[in-house]
T-cell receptor, first 112, second 112 residues
Framework: SQTIHQWPATLVQPVGSPLSLECTVE??????LYWYRQAAGRGLQLLFY??????ISSEVPQNLSASRPQDRQFILSSKKLLLSDSGFYLC???????????FGPGTRLTVT | GQQLNQSPQSMFIQEGEDVSMNCTSS?????WLWYKQDPGEGPVLLIA?????ELTSNGRLTAQFGITRKDSFLNISASIPSDVGIYFC????????????FGKGTKLSVKP
């Protein structure tokens, strides 16, 4: 069976510090991968998606970036965090050509 | 951009009651998905719908893909306390790149 992991589970970072969130998927190959941000427990905003290694599409211009160094690894990064980057970050995967997305447990980021 | 209107935004349930919520769009959708999110966790896929008019059940949950392909409904029968949480609809619009559009969620709480 497939599983998706995210870490860390929670993170408190000062404004201006860098960020690296990691997502890995097990039990499948060549998945589509997604990063979402959820503010205040409601509404999911798609940030990035990837259909393959090194292929990243950005949905929302911001100071975040994403990378996919390996088939089942997706990383969300920032060089300098803003207060507005606080939120709940969710990684998701889907099979190619299938629209059902499966979410990870999320990372709660608080920028202070 | 395309949007999904999900209603109601919130509702209170009493154990044993039936619950209904829906999502509507001005665009035609090829796929409708329903998710449930518990506090501090990632959304969990409940039901996926792929054909207009399709009615699919998952235990006490029943969802329907509207005939017009612009709406979907989720019903929960004989609610129990563990049904509380936020329910999201998501859809894949015809002619889109395939990424999902999410509703803003319906928050189910227990009646005081």
């Amino acid at each position: 069976s497939q599983t998706i992991h995210q870490w860390p589970a929670t993170l408190v970072q000062p404004v201006g510090s860098p960020l690296s969130l990691e997502c890995t998927v097990e039990g499948t190959s060549n998945p589509n991968l997604y990063w979402y941000r959820q503010a205040a427990g409601r509404g999911l905003q798609l940030l990035f998606y990837s259909v393959g290694i090194g292929q990243i599409s950005s949905e929302v211009p911001q100071n975040l970036s994403a990378s996919r160094p390996q088939d089942r690894q997706f990383i969300l990064s920032s060089k300098k965090l803003l207060l507005s980057d606080s939120g709940f970050y969710l990684c998701a995967w889907s099979r190619t050509g299938i629209y059902e997305q499966y979410f990870g447990p999320g990372t709660r980021l608080t920028v202070t | 951009g395309q949007q999904l209107n999900q209603s109601p935004q919130s509702m209170f349930i009493q154990e044993g009651e039936d619950v209904s919520m829906n999502c509507t769009s001005s665009s035609i959708f090829n796929t409708w998905l329903w998710y449930k999110q518990d506090p501090g966790e990632g959304p969990v896929l409940l039901i996926a719908l792929y054909k207009a008019g399709e009615l699919t059940s998952n235990g006490r949950l029943t969802a329907q893909f509207g005939i017009t392909r612009k709406d979907s409904f989720l019903n929960i029968s004989a609610s129990i306390p563990s049904d509380v949480g936020i329910y999201f609809c998501a859809g894949q619009a015809r002619g889109s790149q395939g990424n999902l559009i999410f509703g803003k969620g319906t928050k189910l709480s227990v009646k005081p």
